[in-house]
């Protein structure tokens, strides 16, 4: 019972962090005030490795809807500029001498369905991997030698609806997330 315990233990806290990662995903669709947070997913391929941007430059917020990217080298600035100009759904980069800024485009009904596109999205991407964590808890809960049939039964039923719970609360952030944005 104790391996039992440790086992439902476990995936409450493996679904914590998912739930976290999830809303740290939501939160990085901006859409009111710009944050740096928006380039969290943006890297460019430098020395053969793929970086952040924040990793090879200051980033500053100008104003409510301006970001400042100062590049620590000048010669990466047009990989900046590139690199920006594919990932952007929310902003329009700019160059300005030696530096970028990004400017926060005014939300349209093509972007905001282009917003909704991408939480549901990054939503699918999570149940999946609940999903999978799922099955992964319930091939450990097999391997439990000493449970009973009416044990196990009742303990995948247990597993399942926690993570029904969990889809269901991811559900809820995400709609909220989406009436924000088709909020005018």
Do not use: H
């Amino acid at each position: 019972m104790k391996e039992l315990l440790i086992l439902i233990n476990g995936l409450k806290s493996e679904i914590k962090n998912k739930i976290l990662g999830f809303k740290q995903k939501l939160f990085q669709i901006r859409i009111g005030k710009i944050n740096e947070s928006i380039l969290d997913d943006v890297t460019i391929d430098l020395y053969g490795k793929k970086v952040q941007i924040k990793t090879i430059s200051n980033i500053s917020i100008l104003d409510a809807r301006t970001l400042l990217i100062t590049p620590w080298e000048e010669k990466n600035i047009n990989i900046l500029y590139k690199a920006l100009l594919k990932n952007s759904i929310l902003y329009t980069p700019y160059k300005t001498g030696k530096v970028l800024k990004l400017k926060m485009a005014q939300l349209t009904e093509e972007t905001r369905k282009e917003l909704i596109k991408k939480i549901n999205f990054i939503l699918e991407i999570f149940k999946i991997n609940l999903r999978k964590l799922r099955k992964k808890t319930i091939k450990k809960l097999n391997k439990i030698n000493s449970l009973e049939k009416d044990c196990l039964k009742k303990n995948k039923i247990e597993i399942q609806n926690i993570i029904n719970d969990c889809i269901n609360y991811m559900k809820i952030i995400s709609n909220r997330k989406k009436k924000e944005i088709l909020t005018i």
